[in-house]
């Protein structure tokens, strides 16, 4: 099963693009990279998924390069709210996502 | 559709008794789990069930732990008996399917605690 790292926490100001990368090096061919953010006292919530390339949503922006060994977040504009918890999986036909510790998202304002 | 839906929110019991979590999996998915998050631990898959058949049960922590669906609407996880470190959130989620590229749907949670 293909693990993730990604940054244990980060700051950024309210307006301001976030980026989070994340590393998968070991990811398999049928694997997908999904990210999840979690509020506390909240379940996670699915922001985004993708293959390989970039794939965009009303919320955010996921890059994924051609070797897929990492895939950046992208947040546009954040504001307090985004304040959260950012978890990036890798899972492939199986059940199996191995969930780490997340990214601590704190926006000032 | 309302989404996941779990009881208790919160439950607060004494070491050594029993407790049940429930768990309502949004309508038309066929795969559900439970997961349990504490700070030390993060987020650990215990059980997966598809097609009201558990799949995996290998993150079940011990036999004090079993969970069962008997139907596509409904789950439990037990706990008997409960000890102080299985404090913790546990989280149902669904999903459609268990392949890649779909997404699973979290309740808020169950927060347990043990004294």
């Known amino acids: 099963l293909a693990k993730t790292t990604q940054p244990i926490s980060m700051d950024s100001y309210e307006g301001q693009e976030v980026n989070i990368t994340c590393s998968h090096n070991n990811i398999a061919t049928n694997d997908y990279i999904t990210w999840y953010q979690q509020f506390p006292s909240q379940g996670p919530r699915f922001i985004i998924q993708g293959y390989k390339t970039k794939v965009t949503n009303e919320v955010a922006s996921l890059f994924i390069p051609a070797d897929r060994k990492s895939s950046t977040l992208s947040l546009p504009r954040v504001s307090l709210s985004d304040t959260a918890v950012y978890y990036c999986l890798v899972g492939g036909s199986n059940y199996q996502l191995i969930w780490g510790a997340g990214t601590k998202l704190i926006i000032k304002p | 559709d309302a989404g996941v839906i779990q009881s208790p929110r919160h439950e607060v019991t004494e070491m050594g008794q029993e407790v049940t979590l429930r768990c309502k999996p949004i309508?038309?998915?066929?795969?559900l789990f439970w997961y349990r998050q504490t700070m030390m631990r993060g987020l650990e898959l215990l059980i997966y069930f598809n097609n009201n058949v558990p799949i995996d049960d290998s993150g079940m922590p011990e036999d004090r732990f079993s969970a069962k669906m008997p139907n596509a609407s409904f789950s439990t996880l037990k706990i008997q008996p409960s000890e102080p470190r299985d404090s913790a959130v546990y989280f149902c989620?669904?999903?459609?399917?268990?392949?890649?590229?779909?997404?699973?749907?979290f309740g808020q949670g169950t927060r347990l605690t043990v004294v």
């Open positions: 989620a669904s999903r459609i399917k268990a392949g890649s590229g779909t997404e699973a749907f």
């Open positions: 309508s038309g998915h066929n795969s």
